[in-house]
């Protein structure tokens, strides 16, 4: 039937148009954006799923933060520790010098004051050997923590040890000196004890900071791969994007020609008049 009131073939060809004009919007947008799922309504479950394994990741980057502020600390305890160790055999080897009974007072007395010299610098290096604020080898703290999940439901643990003087560790008294040769062998002793305790310290601080590093190089895994999943999950594939933006553009034009000859076909209409 040929009729000016309704076209038929041109709204045919216009919802076709339509349609492909929103195709053509939605790779574009892929194309942008590098994401075949950007936003809720292009697959409301999947970009769900990928909006929380990127809080995850979220969560892990403050992980490793945290983890990062945990080692810093650790570290510098350790390298306190250390030095503190080598002070102590310093002093020993001053304490045993100084219990030799044939020496002379005068001898006696300058070993004695470089004795006490190195016994304070445990003092100077144990107040100094903090990281952020937080010094672990002091008592002013019973431990640190780090986070160790995205939720911080768990966290890693690392105790104090404090190395101050006349602590359970190093049991050098802050006032030891010697004036005697008994005295120095009786220092010499004390020397020994905090050398064994002291070692025993730097392993448990040493055991602390390798175990942060291994749980850090794990979180690092653990979210790449969760970046991968989110890939996998919401990334457009641009090769097969651009080849079906090359398709649109041609359906497009094809659309507006038939819409084109739809629209002039009422005007045929006039031939019948002629």
């Given at each position: 039937m040929a009729t000016i009131n309704t076209n038929a073939g041109a709204m045919v060809a216009l919802?076709?148009?339509?349609?492909?004009?929103s195709e053509l919007e939605q790779v574009q947008t892929r194309i942008n954006t590098g994401l075949a799922v950007s936003s809720a309504k292009d697959n409301g479950g999947i970009y769900a799923i990928a909006q929380s394994m990127r809080a995850d990741v979220a969560g892990y980057r403050a992980v490793g933060n945290s983890i990062d502020l945990a080692v810093s600390t650790v570290d510098v305890a350790l390298a306190a520790g250390e030095a503190i160790s080598d002070?102590?055999?310093e002093m020993k080897e001053k304490a045993?010098?100084?219990a030799d009974s044939s020496l002379d007072t005068a001898s006696r007395t300058a070993?004695?004051?470089d004795f006490k010299a190195l016994r304070d610098q445990i003092s100077t290096i144990v107040s100094n050997a903090e990281f952020n604020g937080?010094?672990?080898i002091d008592n002013s703290i019973a431990s640190i923590s780090a986070l160790a999940n995205a939720d911080g439901s768990n966290s890693i643990?690392?105790?104090d040890e404090n190395l101050s003087l006349g602590g359970g560790v190093v049991t050098v008294a802050a006032t030891a000196s010697f004036g005697t040769a008994a005295a120095a062998s009786t220092q010499a002793t004390a020397i020994a004890t905090s050398l064994d305790n002291l070692s025993a310290s730097l392993a448990r601080l040493g055991t602390g900071s390798k175990s942060l590093e291994i749980h850090k190089t794990f979180v690092g895994k653990l979210s790449d791969a969760l970046e991968r999943g989110i890939g996998n999950l919401v990334d457009a594939d641009l090769a097969k994007?651009?080849?079906r933006l090359q398709s649109l553009q041609v359906k497009q034009q094809l659309g507006i020609q038939a819409l084109s000859i739809a629209n002039s076909a009422p005007s045929a209409i006039?031939?019948?008049f002629r």
């Open positions: 919802q076709n148009l339509n349609k492909t004009n002070i102590l055999i045993l010098a100084g070993l004695n004051e937080t010094n672990l643990t690392v105790l994007e651009s080849a006039l031939g019948y």
